[in-house]
């Protein structure tokens, strides 16, 4: 059970509900801890009323009428628990207290301690009530129903008359009466049930029973704790809805209630910061085994980079065996041969040439003194009259079949002849003996 004091004031006295335990006391009591204080008075008039014009004079509205019938002696101050918004107006629903009981308990709040919400039991009745659900709660001899649907809020109340069984069970029937309608229409998924404080188990059970026939079934019972009260035990939801509808529901500035709210975040808040820490810390020392980990990787990568260095080195620096340079000078020799073989050539040649290009002569010439070891083949040629674009065909041929070729001064100085040094880039399937 929470730990909050919880009073309930009512007309026979107050109530003080904590650890489980209910106790009587005094009325406006001198306190030393935060209390949650709700009031269950006969004489605070609570109804929905519906409204032409502006939301924003709501409360106005309801005083000015609430003062003209005499529903509250002498003045009144309205608690506006909620406000709907429907076509061509507004849905309100309140409670009237007497202005005389308003600022006492006001300024008895405001003397106290520590934090002290007050509320009324309206606030606790549609309190989380959705469109679409219905609560319905005893209090004493007294039985009440909130219900919002499509159509806007619907509130009822009634009184049992006696203190025998069957005028619990008479007002239980003017409520289902009134309402069972709309609560069967919402079914009994969508209605709730609680008794908010009663020292006679029979007349929850009546009441539970009546609401169950009128909804089609059996409805959400909500959470109740178990109470010792003169020997006896009582189940009431008081304590939880209190705690529940405190920070929506009280009559206490929004500042009281903001602190009051804050004070029960604290140990919460305590809990999460102190999981973060742990999770913080753990991960640290993830993170440093990680990196300790990849630190030591990464130096047996450089000590294994250093010795493979080291072998490259020492390999490098080993002459080859001068019986084998004869062998070598013998392979490249051969190599060059086969890259410049001139029967292949010689082959690619006349396929490339086609019919408007007469090949002259075809040389092996060794470069110049000087220069790279390397070889090439000048071939020098006549192109037929009007036939410009063949030696263009032919020079592509060439470069795909793997030559280079480099322009020269033509040998032949009848018109249409030309010259090209060709050099075999690498071995080609044109220029490979067969």
Request: aromatic share 6%; glycine share 8%.
């Amino acid at each position: 059970m929470s730990a909050e004091h919880v009073y309930r004031v009512a007309s026979a006295g107050w109530l003080h509900c904590h650890d489980h335990q209910v106790e009587e006391v005094p009325a406006w009591p001198t306190l030393t801890h935060s209390a949650l204080v709700v009031l269950d008075l006969d004489d605070i008039f609570t109804d929905v009323w519906r409204f032409e014009g502006k939301p924003e004079y709501a409360a106005a509205l309801i005083e000015k009428r609430v003062r003209t019938q005499g529903l509250v002696e002498g003045a009144a101050h309205i608690v506006v628990h909620r406000l709907l918004k429907l076509p061509g107006g507004f849905q309100v629903f309140f409670s009237a207290i007497s202005l005389e009981l308003w600022q006492r308990c006001t300024q008895w709040a405001h003397e106290q301690a520590d934090h002290c919400l007050v509320m009324v039991t309206a606030g606790l009745l549609c309190h989380g009530v959705a469109s679409g659900n219905a609560r319905l709660m005893l209090s004493q001899r007294r039985l009440m129903c909130f219900i919002q649907s499509e159509e806007g809020m619907v509130f009822g109340s009634t009184q049992a008359l006696g203190s025998g069984l069957s005028a619990m069970a008479s007002a239980a029937q003017v409520v289902t009466a009134n309402h069972g309608a709309l609560l069967a229409r919402l079914g009994p998924e969508a209605v709730e049930w609680g008794t908010l404080w009663s020292t006679q188990s029979v007349d929850s059970e009546t009441c539970l029973a009546a609401v169950q026939r009128v909804a089609g079934g059996a409805p959400i019972v909500l959470s109740a704790k178990d109470l010792g009260f003169a020997g006896e035990r009582v189940q009431s939801v008081l304590p939880v809805l209190a705690r529940e509808a405190a920070g929506r529901h009280a009559l206490n500035p929004l500042l009281e209630r903001v602190a009051w709210r804050a004070e029960r975040w604290v140990s919460p808040i305590t809990v999460v910061t102190a999981l973060v820490g742990l999770v913080m810390a753990i991960v640290g020392v993830l993170v440093g085994q990680m990196a300790d980990q990849q630190r030591a990787e990464g130096q047996n990568q450089r000590a294994e980079l250093m010795a493979l260095q080291d072998r490259i080195e020492a390999v490098s620096t080993v002459e080859a065996p001068q019986k084998l340079l004869p062998v070598a000078e013998f392979s490249r020799a051969l190599d060059d041969g086969a890259r410049h073989d001139p029967v292949a050539f010689m082959a690619l040649l006349k396929a490339s040439a086609g019919k408007d290009i007469l090949i002259q002569r075809v040389r092996l010439e060794a470069a110049a003194v000087g220069q790279a070891r390397s070889r090439a083949f000048r071939v020098d040629g006549v192109l037929a009259p009007g036939a410009s674009a063949a030696v263009t065909q032919w020079v592509s041929q060439m470069v795909a079949a793997g030559w280079t070729l480099k322009a020269v001064d033509p040998t032949y100085t009848i018109p249409g002849a030309f010259s090209y040094e060709l050099v075999a880039a690498a071995i080609s399937p044109g220029n490979v003996k067969p």
